[in-house]
């Protein structure tokens, strides 16, 4: 009887060991997997603003671009009117 009854206490002891062990290893997976969730989370917000930045040069750029060609317009017509009055002007 007492043999018996020591065999199961320490058959539940091993058992309750193996189940914390159990318990801890799955607590370090959980960890593991939520480092890694968030490093792919914290990648991809760092991804997103190298990539916000770049659009936002590339507007800043085409704005530029475009405002420049407009001035040239405008100054180029600004000449052209500029030097039909003088031709006008040498005519009459």
């Known amino acids: 009887n007492t043999a018996a009854f020591r065999l199961w206490r320490l058959q539940k002891e091993l058992l309750s060991k193996e189940e914390a062990r159990l318990l801890e290893a799955r607590a370090l997976l ?3 997997q939520l480092r890694h969730i968030f490093w792919v989370w914290r990648s991809r917000c760092l ?5 916000l930045a770049l659009t936002t040069r590339i507007q800043r750029n085409l704005v530029s671009r475009c405002f420049s060609a407009w001035k ?4 180029q017509k600004a000449l052209y009117r500029c030097n039909v ?5 040498v005519s009459l």
Do not use: G
């Not at 991804?47 to 990539?51: D, K, L, T, V």
């Not at 009055?85 to 002007?89: E, G, S, V």
């Open 85 to 89: 009055f003088r031709l006008r002007a």
């Open 30 to 32: 959980k960890k593991k």
């Open 72 to 75: 040239e317009t405008v100054e």
């Open 47 to 51: 991804e997103m603003e190298r990539i």
